[in-house]
């Protein structure tokens, strides 16, 4: 998954805004793999379990039958094709998810070799705040944070004060709010 870069900033920023909202007793379901994130969890004193690879668009069991405080998704939601569907059967109440934000310098990322390393989607921040809204979430917090590459040209360039990865945490919407109900 690493092979070339080992995203240090991300991972930092990342541990930091999970540590602000999560407390290590509370016990997290990390959808994907096990993964250098889920071991940096663990290391802080986190309970944590992953998901097993299963494809979150068709199969919402692990999220369904799973009895965790959190659910974490990093990186995660612009892999799928309608992130609205597993975002709406998560049982947890409360939920920290990161994703890499659309450039408009840059097209959607596209592995050549594995087919589940793509983006189907690459949000704007108001589009991702939009689908949990929908989905049952109210949004409690927010960072950004830029990804600047040490390479030459427009795009790095562009990179160095774009801010490339936004991070949320929300909770559950109650219940009985009129949006909830419109819903269920």
Avoid: C
């Avoid at 541990?15 to 096990?34: N, R």
């Avoid at 009895?67 to 947890?92: G, Q, W, Y």
């Amino acid at each position: 998954m690493y092979e070339k870069t080992y995203p240090n900033k991300r991972f930092r920023h990342t541990l930091s805004f999970l540590q602000k909202h999560i407390s290590t007793h509370e016990s997290i379901l990390d959808l994907g793999v096990e993964n250098p994130f889920s071991e940096i969890m663990l290391k802080q004193g986190y309970t944590v379990k992953n998901t097993k690879g299963e494809d979150l668009d068709v199969d919402f069991s692990i999220v369904q039958n799973t009895n965790t405080d959190v659910v974490t998704a990093f990186e995660i939601f612009e892999h799928l094709v309608a992130p609205f569907n597993v975002l709406r059967k998560i049982r947890s109440n409360k939920l920290v998810a990161s994703i890499p934000l659309r450039l408009w310098f840059s097209p959607a990322y596209q592995s050549k070799s594995d087919p589940w390393d793509r983006h189907y989607h690459e949000f704007e921040d108001w589009q991702f705040n939009w689908l949990l809204e929908k989905s049952g979430w109210e949004i409690k917090d927010t960072a950004k944070w830029t990804n600047p590459v040490n390479k030459l040209g427009i795009r790095p360039l562009l990179r160095s004060f774009t801010p490339r990865y936004y991070i949320v945490y929300a909770v559950r919407k109650n219940k009985d709010s009129e949006f909830s109900t419109q819903i269920q």
